[in-house]
C-alpha cells in the first residue's frame, strides 16, 4: 500500500515544510490549498491521512470534513489550526476528525501521528 498524506494547508511555506518533512519520511504527499480542492483530488488521488488546516479561503477544514464524512469517507483526520478555542475543538471532533493539534506544534509531533496510524493500520490487517 503506497502511504499517502494529503495536506489541505492555504499558507504555502507551511505546506511546503508538512510534505518536507513527510516526504523525507517516505510517504507520498499530496497538496491542497483548500477544502475545494481536497475535494476535487480525492475523486483521482485515493489517501489515507488528511492533514487540514482550520481556517482557509472557499472551504475550511470543518466544512470539509462534514462534507467528508457525510460521503462516509475512512481517510483519517488531523485538524491543525493556529485559533484553538475548547469549542473549536470541541466542533472538529463533532463533525469527525480524529486528531486535532494546535499551532505552534513541533513539526516531529504532526510526523509522530501519521506514523502512529499507519502502525495502526498495519497491525490491524496483519
Not at 470534513?65 to 469549542?87: C, E, G, K, W
Amino acid at each position: 500500500m503506497t502511504k499517502t498524506v494529503l495536506i489541505a494547508e492555504d499558507d504555502p511555506s507551511t505546506r511546503r515544510l508538512y510534505r518536507f518533512l513527510l516526504s523525507n519520511s517516505g510517504y507520498k504527499v499530496v497538496e491542497a490549498e483548500d477544502g475545494v480542492s481536497v475535494l476535487e483530488l480525492l475523486q483521482t488521488n485515493p489517501c489515507q491521512v488528511l492533514i487540514t488546516d482550520m481556517n482557509m479561503p472557499r472551504m475550511g477544514g470543518i466544512d470539509l470534513v462534514r462534507h467528508l464524512r457525510q460521503q462516509n469517507s475512512p481517510i483519517y483526520v488531523i485538524m491543525v489550526t493556529a485559533f484553538s478555542t475548547p469549542d473549536t475543538e470541541k466542533q472538529a471532533f463533532k463533525v469527525g476528525i480524529n486528531e486535532y493539534l494546535t499551532k505552534p506544534f513541533e513539526y516531529e509531533e504532526l510526523e509522530r501521528r501519521v506514523k502512529n496510524f499507519f502502525e495502526r493500520v498495519q497491525t490491524e490487517n496483519a
